[in-house]
């Protein structure tokens, strides 16, 4: 059972182009959603990340959207740059057992051609 | 400043042959964590350790242990690798607490099982 449902799986993006990537959740537990980027050969990094009282949250040419009564947030990359190529992952928090508990979804390989 | 490594960084193992992935930290977290990433199925938790001394099962945990062997190092056993276990494995500390830090992932382990 996947508890966050990430789409699409894959995304071509031309240079200039606007990146966006959906995420979906159902537990209204979830306290806290962060982004994480991934290039190849390396693990995952925090990109960005938002608390679901605040609806929009931007840091540079990333972007956060969230819609909390409809339990979906995406990530938008404006101006997409071939370095923008990467695999990204949402993910949703939620206390469990006193431990912070990530949950990813599936993610999303993007490329941005020239 | 290393952050979280991880070694080896690739491995083939034969069905059955068992094998110690090891995982150490240098930025004082108290929580440690197993990851493995399949394509299309994002990462999903293995083990984890919120603290020195205690371990839990995360999604995935069958086919695997763990330990926990210091406050730096936290170390995935496969006693009888199995064709199942390919996969890329990794490990990271930190992990959204309260102050919202950010999970720190190593480079990860590529795992072959012939």
């Known amino acids: 059972q996947q508890q966050v449902k990430q789409s699409p799986q894959s995304l071509i993006v031309q240079k200039g182009g606007i990146s966006i990537i959906n995420c979906a959740y159902e537990n209204t537990a979830f306290d806290y959603f962060p982004w994480y980027q991934q290039f190849p050969g390396k693990g995952p990094a925090l990109l960005i990340a938002i608390r679901p009282d605040v609806s929009e949250k931007k840091e540079g040419r990333f972007t956060i959207s969230f819609n909390k009564s409809a339990k979906q947030f995406s990530l938008h990359i404006m101006d997409s740059q071939p370095g923008d190529s990467a695999t990204y992952f949402c993910?949703?928090?939620?206390?469990?057992?006193?431990?912070?508990?990530?949950?990813f979804g599936a993610g999303t390989r993007l490329a941005v051609h020239p | 400043n290393a952050g979280v490594t991880q070694t080896p960084k690739f491995q083939v193992l034969k069905t059955g042959q068992s094998m110690t992935l090891q995982c150490a930290q240098d930025m004082n977290h108290n929580s440690m964590y197993w990851y493995r990433q399949d394509p299309g199925m994002g990462l999903r938790l293995i083990y984890y350790s919120a603290s020195e001394g205690t371990t839990d099962k995360g999604e995935v945990p069958n086919g695997y242990n763990v330990s926990r062997l210091n406050k730096r190092e936290f170390s995935l056993r496969l006693e009888s690798a199995a064709p199942s276990q390919t996969s890329v494995y990794f490990c990271a500390s930190g992990g959204h607490g309260v102050d919202n830090s950010p999970l720190h992932f190593g480079n990860g382990t590529r795992l072959t099982v012939t």
């Open positions: 993910a949703a928090r939620a206390v469990s057992g006193g431990y912070n508990k990530l949950i």
